[in-house]
């Protein structure tokens, strides 16, 4: 829900993957859901595990492509 509290690309998400895993999904693999060899689940893989990052940030939003090495909020 969108609340209107935060001004367009106010928002910065820091992660230096290109690729997004959704850990949920990994169950799928050794539950057999997504095949039962590499072949089937690498087909299935796109769909249901990893997608590029650049799909995942909405818009209004930056992604900045590096990691965070110190988090100071009392200095904002």
Request: glycine share 10%; net charge neutral.
């Amino acid at each position: 829900m969108r609340t209107g509290k935060f001004a367009k690309n106010e928002i910065i998400v820091f992660d230096p993957s290109l690729e997004h895993w959704y850990q949920p999904s990994l169950t799928m693999i050794g539950g057999g859901v997504l095949g039962e060899n590499e072949y089937q689940i690498r087909n299935q893989e796109y769909r249901y595990l990893r997608r590029p990052m650049e799909e995942m940030i909405m818009d209004g939003v930056r992604w900045r492509r590096e990691g965070i090495t110190k988090f100071s909020p009392n200095e904002n």
